[in-house]
């Protein structure tokens, strides 16, 4: 592990990791605990309050929203790319926002559970040094300084939840655990470890921006893990190829 270490020293920018060993609970970490913008990694605390509400009586899976031209972001996801108009569930809308990182459908999402009500969850949960400030690409928040933050820790403790049946609900936990596992965007964590030598099961989310990439999950290898990479301010297709490498070498030594 003080190879795995060792490199991420290297790294030009900022980089946090957090790996625990889900079988004999060994927990190697690199600035675990140093905020980071979040990008798409805060919509797995978006995921967490649906759920919640969901749980709640609230929400409903098949509560129908309507797309509109308006309401149109940039870039991540399916929606983006419809015609307005179009009728969906509750469940499309937060699977879109997991398996492909959909920003109109998280904006939905925030708006029905409300920015205020994610972050209780958030504080409620222990989340220390995670916080939602703002929607995806808004862009006037950002011209007003509002970011929205993360750690490679918190990212691990929530996924450490899910795992164990104790976000929100153990039903509630397997459900948003189904969802991670049908991840299309699967270029880092799983690059090695998805081919037909390996086919090893893994729930996960990125996260992407300008100079930043993250990717977070757990890892159903013979002993099971989590595994946090998160970076700003970096040279992305470097680190993305230092998440592919070191992803594998911890694969191998969980075998």
Known sequence: MNNIISKLSEVEGKVG??????????????NEDEPMLAAS????????????????????????????????VPSCGALNYMDEGLKLTLKDLYTLMIILSDNYATNILIDRCKI?????????????????????FDEVGVKNGLENYTTAKDMGIL???????????????????EVLKNQ??????????SSNENKITIAHKTGEDTNTTHD???????????????????NVPNFERIIQDLSFEIFKMNK
């Open 17 to 30: 990791f957090y790996y625990k060993n889900l079988v004999t609970k060994e927990v190697i970490s690199y």
């Open 41 to 72: 990694l805060i919509k797995l605390m978006v995921l967490g309050e649906v759920f919640r509400q969901l749980s709640s009586g609230i929400l409903k899976d098949d509560e129908i929203f309507v797309t509109r031209e308006c309401d149109k």
């Open 116 to 136: 205020n009500n994610i972050n209780s969850f958030i504080q409620n949960n222990g989340f220390k040094n995670t916080v939602l400030k703002r929607k995806m």
């Open 159 to 177: 996924l450490e939840k899910i795992y164990n049946g104790d976000l929100v609900s153990k039903k509630a936990s397997y459900k948003m655990l």
């Open 184 to 193: 299309r965007l699967n270029s880092k964590i799983p690059f090695f470890l």
């Open 216 to 234: 977070v999950g757990i890892v159903f290898a013979e002993k099971p893990f989590i595994i946090c990479f998160l970076s700003n301010d970096v």
